[in-house]
């Protein structure tokens, strides 16, 4: 095991990727760094240079948001408290975290963290685009709130996901007609105006595989 770590261990240093052991098995996490830039002048050379870096990682190493049953046993305030112990800033939102912002946080400032992102479930194809907008300020408003500088946006219209018999790799997955991707997109370029222009929050793409968006 000792030698199977050591080599997750560089595997993980060469990825930014982070690690840990328990009861004999290696768990891998998921890490994201959000970079602060500052443009400096040197002699006339115009060059970019790292102001701060800090790392945050996504709560699926300790509880999956798909399937519930992984990582059940791990408490909102264990995860949190062992991202601290291994050096992260911040971390996305996960299912087990308090949906009171205020509580979210309290348990975020007293460990000197903060929040980096959260997904949202878009349904701009099959919803009113009012409708997904004011779902979406809500969720800007959270974000705001606990010092997030992105919102990970995912449409979820025809998603397959978590339907266990429904193959990924078979034609029953949806696809879109040009009229329903002119409206997914136009709506998905307003939520990330409404976002920057509004709230200095950055929206993120994820083509999450059995999305409308993504193919095999």
Same mark, same amino acid.
């Given at each position: 095991?000792?030698?199977?770590?050591?080599?997750?261990?560089?595997?993980?240093?060469?990825?930014?990727?982070? =690690?840990?052991?328990? %009861?004999?098995?290696?768990?891998?996490?998921? +890490?994201?760094? =959000?970079?602060?830039?500052?443009?400096?002048?040197?002699?006339?050379?115009?060059?970019?240079?790292?102001?701060?870096? @800090?790392?945050?990682?996504? #709560?699926?190493?300790?509880?999956?948001?798909?399937?519930?049953?992984?990582?059940?046993?791990?408490?909102?305030?264990? +995860? !949190?408290?062992?991202?601290?112990? /291994?050096? =992260?800033?911040? +971390?996305? *939102?996960?299912?087990?975290?308090?949906?009171? %912002?205020?509580?979210?946080?309290?348990?975020?400032?007293? @460990?000197?963290? &903060?929040? /980096?992102? %959260?997904?949202?479930?878009?349904?701009?194809?099959?919803? #009113?685009?009012?409708?997904?907008?004011?779902?979406?300020?809500?969720?800007?408003?959270?974000?705001?709130?606990?010092?997030?500088?992105? !919102?990970? *946006?995912?449409?979820?219209?025809?998603? !397959?996901?978590?339907?266990?018999?429904?193959?990924?790799?078979?034609?029953?997955?949806?696809?879109? &007609?040009?009229?329903?991707?002119?409206?997914?997109? &136009? $709506?998905?370029?307003?939520?990330?105006?409404?976002?920057?222009?509004?709230?200095?929050? @950055?929206?993120? =793409?994820?083509?999450?595989? $059995?999305? *409308?968006?993504?193919?095999?």
């Amino acid at each position: 095991l000792a030698k199977t770590a050591n080599c997750t261990r560089m595997l993980c240093e060469k990825m930014r990727l982070t =690690f840990t052991v328990h %009861k004999g098995k290696i768990r891998i996490s998921k +890490c994201v760094c =959000f970079v602060q830039t500052q443009r400096e002048d040197y002699g006339g050379n115009n060059n970019v240079r790292s102001k701060k870096v @800090r790392l945050g990682i996504c #709560p699926i190493g300790w509880s999956n948001d798909d399937m519930w049953d992984l990582g059940d046993e791990n408490t909102f305030q264990q +995860c !949190i408290s062992e991202m601290k112990l /291994a050096g =992260f800033d911040g +971390c996305e *939102v996960g299912h087990k975290y308090p949906e009171d %912002k205020t509580v979210l946080k309290h348990m975020l400032d007293v @460990r000197n963290m &903060t929040i /980096a992102s %959260k997904w949202f479930s878009s349904f701009l194809v099959d919803k #009113p685009y009012e409708e997904v907008e004011a779902e979406f300020i809500k969720e800007l408003d959270y974000l705001s709130y606990v010092g997030a500088t992105a !919102i990970n *946006v995912s449409e979820q219209s025809g998603s !397959i996901q978590g339907q266990l018999d429904t193959p990924v790799l078979d034609d029953k997955k949806r696809v879109l &007609t040009d009229e329903e991707w002119d409206r997914f997109t &136009t $709506g998905l370029n307003k939520l990330g105006k409404l976002s920057m222009e509004k709230y200095g929050i @950055r929206t993120c =793409f994820h083509h999450h595989m $059995g999305t *409308v968006c993504q193919t095999v």
